[in-house]
């Protein structure tokens, strides 16, 4: 079992910045996917990011490429999501999620491939 724990959720103005971490513990070693969605009221949980540990390659939202980066610090075992110049539509609750899965399916960052979730911390952002 994989335990998830996000953190760093809050409101800032457009334009902000703001750093998620979602803290890792359990059978780690078997998560070879990890990734950060949103869900807005209304909307459906969509894939934010991703990495696949393999070899290090990640996927990226059109709507946030150049603005959020996802990034991990294995001594902790931590996965990050750096968010800046965040605009109002950027507003959601951000999940965490892991699950062992295989290049495709981990780089499609589809919700329903992913087995471990936190329990995602709210992200708002105001014009």
């Known amino acids: 079992q994989v335990n998830l724990v996000e953190s760093g959720g809050g409101s800032v103005q457009a334009g902000g910045s703001l750093r998620l971490s979602c803290a890792a513990s359990?059978?780690?070693?078997?998560?070879?996917?990890m990734g950060w969605f949103r869900q807005a009221p209304g909307k459906e949980r969509e894939g934010v990011a991703a990495v696949y540990f393999g070899g290090g390659s990640t996927y990226y939202a059109d709507s946030v490429k150049g603005r959020f980066t996802i990034s991990q610090d294995k001594t902790k075992n931590t996965l990050y999501l750096q968010m800046n110049s965040l605009k109002p539509e950027d507003t959601a609750m951000y999940y965490c999620?892991?699950?062992?899965?295989?290049?495709?399916?981990?780089?499609?960052?589809?919700?329903?491939?992913?087995?471990?979730w936190g329990q995602g911390t709210q992200v708002t952002v105001s014009s």
């Open positions: 359990g059978y780690t070693y078997s998560t070879y996917c």
């Open positions: 999620a892991a699950d062992l899965l295989g290049y495709d399916d981990c780089l499609s960052a589809s919700p329903g491939s992913f087995g471990y």
